[in-house]
């Protein structure tokens, strides 16, 4: 159980261009959901907390305005890169977890390529 | 969050036991140890967590010092798909920060055939 399915798995989109990535919780329903990326060689690094129904928290010098997460449902949050520009370039990541305590579920993130 | 300390990397034989340390020697009284571990290009994995007893499951053990200020994480036998970054994170007992995991750089576990 507890399975977090992130969608696309990869992406190539050109410079200029937004691009949606999509996070679900399959089999259990996740209030909060977290949005991690990921450079090459580096650890993974939080972007936002993302609570259903309300605004996203974005950690320290994440722009709020070029990477919008909506968490419209239960299942659902979505992370949307505006205006993308090779330097976003990355793996971003999500995660989601049942209960305040329980551990974290991650998706098996997604590959950004910004040509 | 308290931070943890791992080794960078570190070798191990298949079919042989494998001990990742981790030090964490300002943890608090309601902090959680917890264990993932990064295969490459996948999405963080559960392995484990626990508070201060030692802790099993069918993927690892964890030992943890009486003082809790370090603690093992304990691979039985390594196998080729266990090659990957093993990263410690304290977390809060009540999920503090409603509940993220803050990851270090971890340790990179190669395991020789």
């Known amino acids: 159980g507890a399975v977090v399915s992130q969608h696309p798995s990869w992406v190539i989109c050109k410079s200029g261009t937004s691009v949606k990535i999509e996070c679900r919780s399959l089999d259990f329903q996740a209030t909060t959901m977290f949005w991690y990326r990921q450079f090459p060689k580096q650890s993974l690094m939080l972007m936002a907390t993302?609570?259903?129904?309300?605004?996203?928290?974005?950690e320290q010098g994440v722009e709020k305005d070029k990477f919008l997460i909506n968490h419209a449902s239960l299942t659902l949050s979505t992370l949307t890169v505006t205006s993308a520009h090779p330097e976003d370039s990355s793996f971003y990541i999500c995660s989601a977890r049942v209960r305040a305590n329980s551990p974290l579920h991650f998706g098996n993130g997604t590959r950004l390529t910004v040509t | 969050d308290a931070k943890t300390t791992q080794p960078n990397s570190m070798e191990s034989n298949e079919e042989e036991p494998v001990h990742l340390p981790c030090n964490h020697s300002?943890?608090?009284?309601?902090?959680?140890i917890h264990w993932y571990r990064q295969l490459p290009s996948q999405g963080p994995e559960y392995v484990i967590h626990g508070l201060t007893s030692n802790v099993n499951n069918r993927m690892a053990s964890l030992a943890i010092a009486e003082d809790r200020k370090s603690s093992t994480l304990i691979l039985h036998r390594a196998t080729l798909r266990d090659a990957a970054v093993y990263y410690c994170?304290?977390?809060?007992?009540?999920?503090?920060?409603?509940?993220?995991?803050?990851f270090g750089k971890g340790t990179k576990l190669s395991v020789k055939p």
């Open positions: 994170i304290l977390r809060d007992v009540y999920g503090g920060s409603q509940g993220n995991l803050i």
């Open positions: 993302s609570n259903e129904g309300s605004k996203a928290t974005y």
């Open positions: 300002t943890i608090s009284g309601t902090d959680y």
